[in-house]
Every structure is written in C-alpha cells, then in structure tokens.
C-alpha cells in the first residue's frame, strides 16, 4: 500500500508558474503519473515520472512548460508548471504504481493503484 498526498495547487495568472508536489508514503513505487480533471471533461495524463527519472513523459499540451523531478530524501514528486494558461485550470492529481512507466500506458489512469487526493490549480487570464 503506497499513500500519496498531493499539494501546491493555487490560483495564479496566466504566465505564471507553480510546483505541486506529491509525497508516497513507501519507496514500492515505480512510476508516478500526473492526472487532471477540469468541470465537465474527462481525467487526462498530463505527465508521468519513473522512480529515478529513468522515465519521463509529457502530454503534448504541456510539453516544453511542464517538466518532472523527485527529491529521493522525501521520496517526493514535482510537477513544475511554467507558463501555465488557463486551460490548465483543474483539479490535479497524483498516481502510483508498482509497475514501470512505459510509453504506451503511463496517460491510462486505470494502470495506477494507487492515488492521491486533488489539489486545485487555477488559471486567471
């Protein structure tokens, strides 16, 4: 059992940047995705880090403004978010699993095990 626990999230203008983070509870995780939802659409991959950052991927929308990192003491996640638009306005959301992230499955939220619990992100224009 992983526990996660999401946090960061705020309000900020477009332009602006922020860092969420996302905290497991035990070093059993492989990779560690980042999800999204925003009222009225369906939950996206936005990003997903392997344990290490032997793996990173990126949803298009977000590529070259999001990036990931891990703080291996803290056993901690980061999604740093630059150049954030309003459209990135959601609730987001962490993700673990025991398996490695791959190419082909990191975005599908149902290969995740474990989740944390939201933390907002607005985007003001």
């Known amino acids: 059992q992983v526990q996660l626990v999401a946090s960061g999230g705020d309000s900020v203008q477009a332009g602006g940047s922020l860092t969420l983070s996302c905290a497991a509870s035990r070093y059993t995780w492989n990779c560690m995705g980042w999800f999204r939802q925003a009222p009225g659409k369906e939950r996206e991959g936005v990003a997903a880090?392997?344990?290490?950052?032997?793996?990173?991927y990126y949803a298009d929308s977000v590529k070259g403004r999001f990036t990931t990192s891990q703080d291996n003491a803290k056993n901690t996640v980061y999604l740093q978010m630059n150049s954030l638009k309003p459209e990135d306005t959601a609730m987001y959301y962490c993700a673990a699993d025991h398996g490695s992230c791959y190419s082909g499955s990191w975005y599908i939220d149902g290969r995740y095990a474990y989740w944390g619990q939201g933390t907002q992100v607005t985007v003001s224009s």
């Open positions: 880090y392997g344990f290490g950052g032997a793996q990173k």
